[in-house]
T-cell receptor
């Protein structure tokens, strides 16, 4: 079975600071990787996903993530955060051929204006 | 934009009572899921449903849980006899295809509090 670990449970940044949220997974086979975001009071929304091809994927709202296979990592980045990025961010993975998503514990990002 | 809707948004119940959480998936989607998140913990997979039957379920999804698609639009999660540890946020999701090729769309969640 796969597992996902997110290194930071809470991150506090000032506006315009750069963001990197760590995500590592463990699974011996081929995986698909996702980052979801949950804004306060809203549902989980897909930020970006990686299935194959270019390991650097770009998502909505200026977010990007890089899949490093050798490190089993899929870190989320944004060069300059905004107050509206305050949300909880979840890394998720599923094994190729299976529908079940396994989520990390989430990282709560607070951006101060 | 089409969305997954869930009702109720919050339900408080006594231990041992039955609870039904309702979901209306996106209309042309074929795959349906329930996940839950206990406060401070991970979002956990409960069950997936396709073609009117369970396609996959986790260890959490024991005999106390059941899912049903009673009509063409609703997808329900029933907990027969709630326990304190069932208190969580329950998320419904739907997908046009299996998650390995498609995106899951989540509802806003139903918060269940068991007293």
């Amino acid at each position: 079975a796969q597992s996902v670990s997110q290194h930071n449970h809470h991150v506090i940044l000032s506006e315009a600071a750069s963001l990197e949220l760590g995500c590592n997974y463990s699974y011996g086979g081929t995986v698909n990787l996702f980052w979801y975001v949950q804004y306060p009071g809203q549902h989980l929304q897909l930020l970006l996903k990686y299935f194959s091809g270019d390991p650097l994927v770009k998502g909505i709202k200026g977010f990007e993530a890089e899949f490093i296979k050798s490190k089993f990592s899929f870190n989320l980045r944004k060069p300059s955060v905004q107050w509206s990025d305050t949300a909880e961010y979840f890394c998720a993975v599923n094994a190729r051929g299976y529908s079940t998503l396994t989520f990390g514990k989430g990282t709560m990002l607070l951006v101060s204006p | 934009e089409p969305e997954v809707t869930q009702t109720p948004s919050h339900q408080v119940t006594q231990m041992g009572q039955e609870v039904i959480l309702r979901c209306v998936p996106i209309s042309n989607h074929l795959y349906f899921y329930w996940y839950r998140q206990i406060l401070g913990q991970k979002v956990e997979f409960l069950v997936s449903f396709y073609n009117n039957e369970i396609s996959e379920k986790s260890e959490i999804f024991d005999d106390q849980f059941s899912v049903e698609r009673p009509d063409g639009s609703n997808f329900t999660l029933k907990i027969r006899s709630t326990k304190l540890e069932d208190s969580a946020m329950y998320f419904c999701a739907s997908s046009a295809s299996m998650a390995n090729t498609g995106e899951l769309f989540f509802g806003e969640g139903s918060r269940l509090t068991v007293l």
